[in-house]
């Protein structure tokens, strides 16, 4: 981070508090663009089978991802820590306070929006491309990848909405986190902690460069959608 | 053309087609034999793209069946009949990568495909064109583009819907120019349009088709110099049939 951006969000923080806030500010996005990226491994070709095929309960199935973007994300940090807990299902991984644990509440948090967004975008690619994709060959599966691209523009937006959600989000992680020092404390989590604690300089630190986040993330979407709009017309 | 085992003849066999209650393809009886173009005559919702489709395997037929020569209109695992479609699509990327998308959705090997889409390219005057976004073509570029497209994946059938529908005299005449060229080369065309004077310049034989039946088959000159129905008579003087 070079000194200007320091100097604006240091707050006159010491050395040790800077280290401590970098060190926060690196763990939130490693543990987001992680879940990001498994999101986006999980979602985007289930997104798009969903889009092109046709099958008993579609409806229901659209309706019910549809719903599950809105998720509640203490819900989602409840039940990934009853999972992980030492007596859940998968307690023998010993994930639990682990920033992987974080990982893997955020991922669940973006999949449905991930899946959302893809679903209705490579659906309506499928019926503008769909007769001349099956004219050259290609089935419906094998169609995927070609839709995927077609869509990148429309895509990338739905995974900054997705990496949105997950960067500001305290419920889930605070939860299956724990918010341990120079572990799992996040920006977010941190937040909660010394505004409770009193700690305003640092809260205040972090929520800034959470502002930021946010303004680059919409700057970001914009370019992709005016860069797309130069390609797609 | 490479001279190999030909897909002909095309048969379609009582096809019919059913939707939401409504007969659109009605107990069609088809054959085509290689040779010169094919046009499917008609007014508008006649069933001429419907036709196409279920020909192209694009539909699948309510009853009765779409019979090639050999294979399903495959050679050597490549599909040997192509499709121009009423309203060009093009891919959101570049006017190459169109035609090379095309060549590896069809099968051809990596080492074909970039020559194929050049000599594309440059038979069909759009070398200049080769790296503008394909959707930022002008209606007519983009329909030169879907014959090059569909002519780079070496089809011996090759059906065209309304090629030359929203185009200009200019554009039109290049599309058509490009289709003698095409028949020239050895491929069987089928092709629909409601343009008589079209019909008129490019068909060998006229396919009438009223209410998704064929209402009058004959070769060319004798369909326009003397068709055999009321309907074809209505038809051709401009008088709107039903
Ligand atoms: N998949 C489908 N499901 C239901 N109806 C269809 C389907 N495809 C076509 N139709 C209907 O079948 C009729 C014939 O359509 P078609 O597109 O074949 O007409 P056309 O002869 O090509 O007309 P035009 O000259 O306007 O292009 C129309 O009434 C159309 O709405
Ligand atoms: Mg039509």
């Known amino acids: 981070m070079d000194e200007a951006v320091v100097s604006t969000f240091g707050f006159g923080l010491s050395d040790p508090a800077l280290a401590n806030l970098l060190q926060i500010v690196g763990l939130s996005l490693r543990v987001t663009l992680t879940a990001l990226a498994l999101a986006a491994v999980i979602g985007l070709p289930l997104g798009a089978l969903i889009g092109i095929s046709r099958f008993p309960g579609r409806k229901a199935v659209i309706i019910v991802v549809n719903a599950l973007m809105g998720l509640p994300p203490v819900v989602v940090g409840l039940v990934v820590y009853l999972t992980l807990s030492r007596s859940g299902p998968l307690g023998a991984l010993g994930l639990l306070f682990t920033p992987a644990a974080m990982v893997v509440a955020q991922t669940i948090l973006i999949v449905p929006i991930v899946v959302a967004l893809s679903r209705q975008t490579i659906e309506d690619l499928w019926g503008e491309l769909g007769e001349h994709l099956r004219s050259l060959g290609l089935t419906d599966v094998a169609a995927v990848p070609t839709l995927l691209w077609e869509g990148r523009f429309a895509l990338a937006t739905a995974l900054l909405a997705g990496f949105g959600r997950a960067s500001a989000e305290v419920g889930s992680v605070i939860i299956v986190g724990g918010n341990i020092a120079g572990f799992t404390r996040t920006m977010t989590t941190t937040i909660t902690l010394e505004t409770s604690k009193g700690d305003l300089p640092l809260a205040l630190a972090l929520g800034g460069i959470l502002i930021c986040l946010t303004i680059a993330l919409n700057a970001g979407a914009f370019a992709i959608s005016r860069v797309g709009a130069r390609h797609a017309g | 053309?490479?001279?190999?085992?030909?897909?002909?003849?095309?048969?379609?066999?009582?096809?019919?087609?059913?939707?939401?209650?409504?007969?659109?393809?009605?107990?069609?009886?088809?054959?085509?034999?290689?040779?010169?173009?094919?046009?499917?005559?008609?007014?508008?919702?006649?069933?001429?793209?419907?036709?196409?489709?279920?020909?192209?395997?694009?539909?699948?037929?309510?009853?009765?069946?779409?019979?090639?020569?050999?294979?399903?209109?495959?050679?050597?695992?490549?599909?040997?009949?192509?499709?121009?479609?009423?309203?060009p699509v093009m891919l959101r990327r570049s006017v190459h990568d169109n035609l090379i998308h095309a060549l590896a959705a069809a099968g051809f090997c990596r080492s074909d495909r970039a020559a194929r889409a050049d000599e594309a390219l440059a038979r069909f005057g759009l070398r200049d064109h080769a790296g503008r976004a394909a959707r930022l073509l002008s209606g007519g570029e983009q329909q030169r583009l879907a014959v090059a497209r569909a002519w780079s994946l070496d089809p011996e059938v090759l059906f065209l819907d309304e090629p030359t529908a929203h185009l200009d005299p200019s554009a039109t005449r290049a599309i058509e120019t490009m289709i003698t060229t095409l028949r020239a080369e050895g491929r069987t065309l089928v092709m629909a349009t409601h343009d008589l004077a079209q019909a008129r310049r490019l068909a060998a034989r006229v396919v009438f088709v009223l209410g998704g039946r064929v209402v009058e088959d004959a070769p060319a000159e004798v369909f326009f110099d003397n068709p055999a129905t009321e309907a074809a008579r209505a038809f051709l003087a401009g008088e709107l049939v039903w």
């Open chain 2, 1 to 87: 053309m490479r001279a190999e085992a030909t897909i002909l003849p095309l048969e379609l066999d009582r096809l019919r087609f059913e939707a939401d209650g409504r007969r659109l393809i009605d107990d069609v009886d088809l054959v085509v034999a290689r040779g010169g173009p094919t046009v499917l005559l008609g007014p508008n919702g006649a069933g001429k793209s419907l036709l196409l489709r279920l020909a192209h395997g694009l539909v699948a037929p309510t009853s009765g069946e779409v019979r090639w020569a050999i294979g399903g209109g495959e050679t050597a695992g490549r599909k040997r009949h192509a499709m121009v479609f009423q309203k």
